[in-house]
Structures are given as structure tokens and as C-alpha cells.
């Protein structure tokens, strides 16, 4: 799905990058950490410069793509901070998922795997 949706790609791109920086900074890699940091952050840049152009065109853009970059963006920012930099994401996913229960799902394992990550991400503890 990544070669059809760049915005999928740069989002998985910016989580990967991020996990691999947390590996590292926490000893388990020995890999210099600098670089993941800078690929981080220009993979979700260009998610984040992304996003608005597909949340314009829902028909062109599949909604379960959108869904789960906004998830992947929401667990970018926990990767990075943890901090609450994650909540306008969720909210954005949520907003998201509330369009697309009346769209054609891409894939419909797709959807219940992003859903499920939604509810469980909102879910009280």
C-alpha cells in the first residue's frame, strides 16, 4: 500500500525512524542516532504537509489510509515525546474514523486493525 499512498510511506517512514532513534539513545544500538532523528523529522514533515491535501480529496485518497497515518502520526509523537503532542492526532483519527463508517473500506482488515488501535487509544484506563 505504501507505493500507491506517499502519505502511508512518509508516516511509517517517520515511526520507524523515531523507534530506531529510541533503540539507539537507549543503548541498544550502535548505530549514531543523528541522522535516524533527521530522517524522523522530514519523513513527517512531509506526512504532515500531506495531510491536508488527502483530507480534501476523501474520494481520491482512501479514508483507511488517513485513518492509520493519523494513527502512525499519533504514535510518531509518543515515540518522540510522549508528551501530549499525540492528542490533536487522535482527535484527527477520530474525526476520520466518523466519515468513513459510511465509505467502501480499502481493506477490511485494514479498518478494524486502525479502529481497534483507535478505540483501545481512547479507551479510559
Known amino acids: 500500500m505504501t507505493h500507491a499512498h506517499p502519505l502511508l510511506y512518509q508516516v511509517i517512514i517517520a515511526a520507524s525512524a523515531a523507534h530506531m532513534h529510541n ?6 544500538s550502535s548505530e549514531p542516532s543523528g541522522p535516524l532523528l533527521v530522517d524522523c523529522l522530514i519523513a513527517k514533515q512531509k506526512a504532515l504537509q500531506m495531510m491536508p491535501h488527502a483530507l480534501q480529496s476523501i474520494e481520491s485518497i482512501p479514508a483507511d489510509v488517513m485513518l492509520a497515518a493519523a494513527m502512525f502520526l499519533v ?4 515515540l518522540e515525546s510522549g508528551l ?6 487522535l482527535e484527527g483519527a477520530g474525526r476520520i474514523l466518523s466519515l468513513i463508517h459510511s465509505l467502501p473500506a480499502l481493506d477490511e ?3 478494524d486493525y486502525v479502529t481497534a488501535d483507535y478505540l483501545v487509544s481512547v479507551a479510559p484506563a
Do not use: D, F, I, M
Open 109 to 111: 482488515s485494514l479498518r
Open 23 to 28: 533503540q539507539v539513545t537507549a543503548g541498544l
Open 84 to 89: 501530549h503532542g499525540w492528542k490533536p492526532h
Open 75 to 78: 504514535n510518531v509523537e509518543l
